[in-house]
Every structure is written in structure tokens, then in C-alpha cells.
Antibody, heavy 114, light 105 residues
Framework: EVLLQQSGAELVRPGSSVKISCKAS????????IHWVKQRPEQGLVWMGR????????VYAEKFRSKATLTADKSSNTAYMQLSSLTSEDTATYFC???????WGQGTLVTVSS | DIVMTQSPTSMSISVGDRVTMNCRAS??????VDWYQQKTGQSPKLLIY???NRDTGVPDRFTGSGSGTDFTFTITNMQAEDLAVYYC???????FGSGTKLEVK
């Protein structure tokens, strides 16, 4: 069974950074891209970017190019997304996804507040 | 960027209704449109991929059609468990529609 287990909710200060994890199981980690999607409270879905764990090739959506950093650790089958210079606009649930959007993590809520 | 214009924003429906929603792409995306269902507090779930293909285990009351710029998603014989927000997404460069919320009439 394919599973994506994401790290827990985060409460962070404005201006700081946060790193979210997404641990994959039930398939060969390097066979499929990991995508990341943002959903602000009561809002729609926005694609942020994707990483190919096989070769670390990354594509970012233009608006997240300076906000997000995607990495993947093949030794632990875990993908990461670091968000920097956080503002209230970054308060959202972040999802990791694999297998061409078939399997989604449970989401990680990041709340930016002082 | 390819913009996906989804309509309507919301619909009031009854069990047993036929529900239809639409997405229009700002440029030709071929058949590369998926449809997702998101229930409150849950992650989105893939229902339809590449325009008209049901994902594994998806009931046949959910159908998708269209190509090019105009796409339609239909639920025939609406069930109570289908209350959710539905999103389209073009999978060429991954932009989502704004969602259609189904509510009880």
C-alpha cells in the first residue's frame, strides 16, 4: 500500500523558516516524482513544484521559486520542503503527492503567527 | 500560465440529482485534465484522469469528458457521500480550477 506520511503541524514566527517532511512507503521511492501543493484556509489548491527523487531534478512554480526548497533523501525515502521568510500568506496546509496525483499525504498545517 | 476557469462556484443539490460542472482552460491542454474530490478535513482524492478515465475504485456515477479547452465533470444519481468540493486540474503545468462546492438544497 502506497503511503505518504507527513510531519506534524507547525506554529512558526514571521520571518523564520520551516521544514516539512513526507515519508514514502509501499513503492520504490525513486520511481515517481513527489509534488507539493498549498491550500490556504478555505481556499483552493496551488501547485508549488516537484522533485524527481531519482536524480534530484526540481521544477518550481514561478511564484514559489524563492519561497520553497525541495529536497529528497533516498536513504530514508523521505521528501522535504523548506519554506523561508515566512509571512501570514504562508499559513496553509501543504500536501505532498506521488504517482501522478493518485496518492496524497494527509497534509501539514503551517501557521505563521507571532 | 494556463488558467483553469471552473464553474459554478457552488451548487445546491439533492440526493439523486444529476450534477454537472465545467472547466475551461485558457489554452489547449489536450486531454490532460484531472478531477479531484475534497471532503471537509481530508486530502483531495483523484477521481478522473486524462479527461475521462476513472481512477481505480471510483464509482461509475462519476464521469469526465472534454478535450482542448472545455471539460465537463458529471455525477449522475448524486449520493450524500458525494458532498464535497470538486477541483479540476490541468496536468501539463499543474494549475487547478477554483473549485465547485456541492451543498445540500
Amino acid at each position: 500500500e502506497v503511503l505518504l506520511q507527513q510531519s506534524g503541524a507547525e506554529l512558526v514566527r514571521p520571518g523564520s523558516s520551516v521544514k516539512i517532511s513526507c515519508k514514502a512507503s509501499g513503492y520504490t521511492f525513486t520511481d515517481y516524482f513527489i509534488h507539493w501543493v498549498k491550500q490556504r484556509p478555505e481556499q483552493g489548491l496551488v501547485w508549488m513544484g516537484r522533485i524527481n527523487p531519482a536524480n534530484d531534478n526540481i521544477v518550481y512554480a514561478e511564484k514559489f521559486r524563492s519561497k520553497a526548497t525541495l529536497t529528497a533523501d533516498k536513504s530514508s525515502n523521505t521528501a522535504y520542503m523548506q519554506l523561508s521568510s515566512l509571512t501570514s500568506e504562508d499559513t496553509a496546509t501543504y500536501f505532498c503527492i506521488t504517482h501522478w496525483f493518485t496518492y496524497w499525504g494527509q497534509g501539514t498545517l503551517v501557521t505563521v503567527s507571532s | 500560465d494556463i488558467v483553469m476557469t471552473q464553474s459554478p462556484t457552488s451548487m445546491s443539490i439533492s440526493v439523486g440529482d444529476r450534477v454537472t460542472m465545467n472547466c475551461r482552460a485558457s489554452q489547449n491542454v489536450g486531454s490532460n485534465v484531472d478531477w479531484y474530490q475534497q471532503k471537509t478535513g481530508q486530502s483531495p482524492k483523484l477521481l478522473i484522469y486524462k479527461g475521462s478515465n476513472r481512477d481505480t475504485g471510483v464509482p461509475d456515477r462519476f464521469t469526465g469528458s472534454g478535450s482542448g479547452t472545455d471539460f465537463t465533470f458529471t455525477i449522475t444519481n448524486m449520493q450524500a457521500e458525494d458532498l464535497a468540493v470538486y477541483y479540476c486540474m490541468q496536468s501539463n503545468s499543474f494549475t487547478f480550477g477554483s473549485g465547485t462546492k456541492l451543498e445540500v438544497k
